[in-house]
Nanobody, 122 residues
């Protein structure tokens, strides 16, 4: 199983970025997916999750209204649209696969991407 995350980069505060995570080696359409992030010097934290169908989503409070998680099962890809970026959004963003459902806990996720760095300047 491979997860290839992309789309990170340097953006100014208030700007937007779109992250993508392409999954291979799995059916994907029955997997829950999520994005986590790890800021410098901090533990990795949950950002957003989406059910296998895309019909249900969940966000951590700090990104609600600014970030949108979505998926394209035909392309085996999950996205994270990030708007109104803040310097505190600076982190390495990881996508992850939960074969049995979807949720907030890192332990639920069996497969992880390599991460893509998002840097937001003030």
């Amino acid at each position: 199983v491979q997860l290839q995350a992309s789309g990170g980069g340097l953006e100014q505060a208030g700007g937007s970025l779109r992250l993508s995570c392409a999954v291979s080696g799995r059916t994907f359409s029955s997997d829950g997916m999520a994005w986590f992030r790890q800021a410098p010097g901090k533990e990795r934290e949950f950002v957003a999750a989406i059910s296998w169908s895309g019909g249900s989503t969940y966000y951590t409070d700090s990104v609600k209204g600014r970030f949108t998680i979505s998926r394209d099962n035909a392309k085996k890809t999950v996205y994270l649209e990030m708007k109104s970026l803040k310097p505190e959004d600076t982190a390495v963003y990881y996508c992850a696969v939960d074969p049995t459902g979807w949720g907030l806990k890192q332990g639920q996720y069996d497969y992880w991407g390599q991460g893509t760095l998002v840097t937001v300047s003030s």
